[in-house]
Every structure is written in structure tokens, then in C-alpha cells.
């Protein structure tokens, strides 16, 4: 019989579960917070510690999932804003519909781009009757709770959730099996303030000391985190859901069960859009009980492109050519734990445009990185560039920056490629203090060409070892072995001169968001 697919996946949800707490000790977030869900499939399955995304930005990283492949083999899918998918790459959920699978999603799957979710059948496919308010889950559930209180509010976004994943099963072929997408975005921004304090008793204070050491640790800024965590237990809620259904259905041990989510925490410096763990490390758990033993801790290192080949392989379909990510089932299918695979030891990021109008000229900021066990060795490809955008005269820290409520509301307005944040905001207000000025250097500045971390010694990446004589050796093997991967799997960025990156119409301006762009610097 072949198995059902179940693929969890959480827009901007980093490596937030309280399943990680064991590996990361008490004092990390992921004490504080509780996804029995989450923590259930790695219980009856098998958990990732060492799991990262292929690209840091949403259309780039699913581009690279559904295909299996390297975000720059994806042609216009390699990019966010003005993103088109190549209907000639092959997807996996539509190789498994061509062989007898019903498939659906519910939520975002590839987006944003042209045509909205086109690798997993577009519209066709989309299983939405009860809605997706979901998406909204802070703000809909404070919202309501004033009329039915807390608990009643957030049954109602979960009950969304059964009746979206109900409607694609009585859509179902009898007999046929499944390949399901839930993919909810409440962890991207923007969430309603104090909400993690309000719905799911997350005091801002419980923070204090545990924020990662570029994150300057004030109320609002540990606020902002709270919030984040709260909407990563909304994720998990809704994951239960999903247990529960295909529990009353007769089908949970006939389903292989991922979860993971795109990349790390959005409206964060070094976050989302960055080669940092925090923008790339991810949750990842699986569970499928003819397959995988439980209680497994798997220490290889993952890309998550790795993903679109195993389902392929478990529903013993064929893999396409052109899937350059390498099958997890023999990684699933041993009873061991630690390091299963030998050759599994380092991963490959990387990362062009995110906000398309975030430089000026339409500029992308390309990076590519390599992360072992002890190292993160990154190559800046043009560091005369600003990583987080254009600051728009706010790297000057004499400048008086516009009213918080704009920088915390209006991306566009400065260094574009962070996601307005109350956190972004009170970083640009407090830029010139002097316990403040470091953490914004490093995540709003400039950075040199190399960047190289020793992660045994600093595992928040603060100190740049790229210069120093006593790590030459490993930051020329780190760099030599990047390059060859590239050259190997013809990444533009190192083959091509010029670089398509660099050229339309990958640059192609996106005339709505200059207008929002215009309109936000107006207001000011």
C-alpha cells in the first residue's frame, strides 16, 4: 500500500519547539514555550538537529523544495518579487498526481509568485472552504476573544484548520492515496502585539537573558519575540489538528508526516533574508511508523530541498533527472541515531533578492554560505552593498529616523530587506547608544567579502575570524569546498559573466511595490 504524505510547513517558523530544549539547554527559548504536536511526531518519529533551508526568503526556498533541486537551478523561481515558475521543472506533488496521488494543500505553498502555487497544481488543488483566517491567528483570536474569551477564540482559527483538511479527504478518489500541504503564515508578520502574553502566557519578562547575543535585550524587543513564540504554538495547535483528523480517518500510521518550516524569525536583524542559523537553521520531525523507528535523534545535516526526492522515493515514484537533492529515506529507514549518513556532514545556502526594490538600481545582495559542525563560512559576492537594504540616511546615527509607528509598519521605508518590527524600530531609535551600536553594525552594516564562524566557541556568530591567520587553513578548505559545489551544480553567481542576477529580467522592478515605496517616504 503506498503511504499517505503529509507535508507541515510553516511560513517563517525557525527552530522553535519544545522538542529542542533538550539539545539547547534550559535556558533557551525553546524552554519556554509547548508544542506537544510538534514534540509528539519526533517522539513516534524521528527529530533533525541539524536542519537548514536551501534559501533564507519564502519563493526562492519552496522553488528549491517542490523541485528538488538548488534555488538558482529554478530559473524566475529563484527569486521573491516578480517570481515566474518554469512549467518544464518537474514538481513533486505533480509527479505523485501523475501516478495515482490526490493532492491539495491548504494555506501558502509558492507564493509570492506567477502563477500563486502553480508547482502544486494552482487553484485546482487548493482546499480552502472554511477560509484562512488562520493566517491572521493573533489578530482574528484576540479579536474574538473579547466577545467569546481565549480559548473559544482560538478553537474557532483551529476548527478552520479540520474543516479545510475534511473537504480535501471527501474530495478524495476512494482508495487513493494522498499528498497534503498544510502550510500556514501566521509566523510571518505582521502578529498583534502582546498577543504571545494575551493567548498563550508568554510574559516578556521570561526572556530576559535568553535572547541570542546580537538581540539587544529590552522589553520590547523580548515583546516582539514573545509574540513570535506564541504564533509558533498557533502552528502547532493546528498541526494537532491534522493528527486528529487523520487519527478519526483510519490513516495516521499509513502516513508519512514531516514538519518543518521556510526559514527563521521575520522583522529580526540576522534573521530571515540572512546565512546566519537563525535565518536558516528549521525544525524538522518526521513520523511514519512502517519506516521510521521512534525516538531517534538524526544529526545529519539536511537541506530541506532534500525533502522533494524522499517523497518520491517513499511513494516509489520515480525521481526526475533534474532533483539534485538527495533522498532522506535511507536516513528514515535506519534504527540508528547520531550520524546515519557519512557524507552528510555540511549543507550549502545561499541567497540573492528578497524586496525587490531594496537597493538602489533593483540590486541584489548575493551570498552563498557553508555550514559544517563547527563552522559558518559565508562569501559576500558584492560587499559594497547594504545586506539589510538601503538605510535611506539612516546609517547615519546623528539622523533623525521617521516615528516608530512607520518603521514598525512600513518596510519599505529603510533597509527593506528586514521586516518592519517593533524590533526593527526600536533597533533604528537606539542605533547610536553605545551597548547598542554593535548589534546594529552587525545586523544592519555592511560586512566584508568573508565571513568565517567558529560555532564551537561562538555559536551566535559575533566574532568574524575571516582575518585571522590561526583559522587560514579551515576558511580556504570552507571556501575551496563552496566553490566547487557551485561550479558542480552551475550556480549563475559563479559560471555566468555576467550573472543573470544581475540582468532582466530577474531585476525587473515590481511597479506596486515602488508605489507603496513612494507613498510610505511621502507620508514622512
Known amino acids: 500500500m503506498k503511504p499517505n504524505i503529509v507535508f507541515a510547513f510553516a511560513d517563517d517558523w525557525g527552530r522553535y519547539a519544545s522538542a529542542y530544549e533538550k539539545f539547547e539547554g534550559p535556558n533557551s527559548l525553546n524552554a519556554l514555550i509547548d508544542t506537544p504536536n510538534f514534540d509528539r511526531i519526533a517522539n513516534e518519529g524521528a527529530i533533525f538537529t541539524n536542519t537548514f533551508v536551501p534559501a533564507p526568503s519564502c519563493t526562492p526556498c519552496r522553488s528549491s523544495i517542490l523541485s528538488g533541486q538548488y534555488f538558482w537551478q529554478t530559473g524566475m523561481g529563484a527569486i521573491t518579487d516578480c517570481a515566474q515558475w518554469d512549467e518544464s521543472i518537474p514538481s513533486y506533488p505533480l509527479e505523485l498526481e501523475k501516478a495515482g496521488y490526490h493532492i491539495g494543500y491548504t494555506y501558502k505553498v509558492w ?30 483570536a484576540t479579536e474574538r476573544a473579547a ?56 510574559e516578556p519578562g521570561d526572556l530576559k537573558g535568553r ?15 514573545a509574540d513570535y513564540l506564541g504564533e509558533c504554538m498557533a502552528v502547532d495547535g ?5 493528527l486528529e483528523r487523520l487519527e478519526a480517518i483510519g490513516e495516521l500510521d499509513n502516513t508519512l508526516i514531516v514538519v518543518s518550516g521556510d526559514h527563521g524569525i521575520p522583522g529580526f536583524p540576522r534573521g ?10 528549521v525544525a524538522l520531525a518526521a513520523r511514519w511508523p512502517e519506516r521510521i523507528k521512534p525516538g531517534r535523534v538524526v544529526e545529519d545535516f539536511v537541506n530541506l530541498m532534500d525533502l522533494g526526492p524522499t517523497f518520491m522515493e517513499a511513494a516509489d515514484v520515480a525521481v526526475p533527472a533534474t532533483m539534485s537533492g538527495k533522498s532522506l529515506l535511507p536516513v528514515f529507514e ?17 541567497r540573492e533578492r528578497h524586496v525587490s526594490v531594496a537597493r538602489e538600481g533593483n540590486l541584489p545582495y548575493p551570498q552563498r554560505a557553508i555550514r559544517t559542525k563547527d563552522f559558518l563560512y559565508i562569501y559576500n559576492f558584492e560587499p559594497d552593498r547594504w545586506p539589510a537594504g538601503d538605510p535611506h540616511g539612516l546609517d547615519d546615527p546623528n539622523a533623525t529616523p521617521p516615528p516608530f509607528e512607520v518603521l514598525e509598519h512600513d518596510v519599505y521605508f529603510a533597509y527593506p530587506d528586514i521586516d518592519a518590527s517593533p524590533t526593527k524600530a526600536w533597533m533604528i531609535y537606539h542605533r547610536a547608544e553605545a551597548e547598542v551600536q554593535n548589534a546594529f553594525d552587525l545586523g544592519f552594516g555592511k560586512r566584508p567579502q568573508e565571513e568565517l564562524y567558529d560555532l564551537r566557541a561562538d555559536p551566535h556568530y559575533m566574532n568574524n575570524l575571516a582575518g585571522d591567520v590561526a583559522y587560514t587553513a579551515p576558511k580556504q578548505e570552507l571556501h575551496e569546498r563552496l566553490m566547487a559545489l557551485l561550479r ?35 507620508s514622512v
Open 334 to 350: 535506519s534504527a540508528a541515531s547520531g550520524q546515519i549518513d557519512p557524507d552528510r556532514t555540511f549543507v550549502v545556502t545561499g
Open 147 to 202: 466577545e467569546v474569551g481565549v480559548e473559544a477564540a482560538k478553537e474557532e482559527l483551529f476548527d478552520e484548520t479540520r474543516q479545510n483538511f475534511d473537504a480535501f479527504i471527501a474530495a478524495r478518489p476512494e482508495g487513493a492515496p494522498f499528498c497534503y500541504w498544510w502550510g500556514p503564515t501566521n509566523t510571518h508578520r505582521k502578529w498583534q502585539r502582546g498577543s504571545g502574553k494575551k493567548l498563550w502566557g508568554l
Open 211 to 225: 535572547l541570542p547575543e546580537f538581540l539587544p535585550d529590552a522589553h520590547d524587543i523580548r515583546e516582539d519575540v
Open 111 to 140: 507564493a509570492p509568485g506567477e502563477t500563486r502555487n502553480a508547482p502544486y497544481g494552482a487553484d485546482r488543488t487548493a482546499y480552502e472552504p472554511a477560509g484562512r483566517q488562520f493566517g491572521q491567528f493573533s489578530f482574528r
Open 238 to 242: 493546528g498541526l494537532g489538528v491534522i
Open 488 to 522: 558542480e551544480q552551475k550556480d549563475p553567481r559563479v559560471v555566468e559573466e555576467p550573472c543573470r542576477f544581475e540582468q532582466d529580467p530577474y531585476r525587473g522592478r515590481d511597479p506596486r511595490l515602488e508605489e507603496i515605496q513612494r507613498k510610505g517616504r511621502q
Open 272 to 281: 530571515k533574508c540572512n546565512l546566519y542559523d537563525i535565518g536558516c537553521e
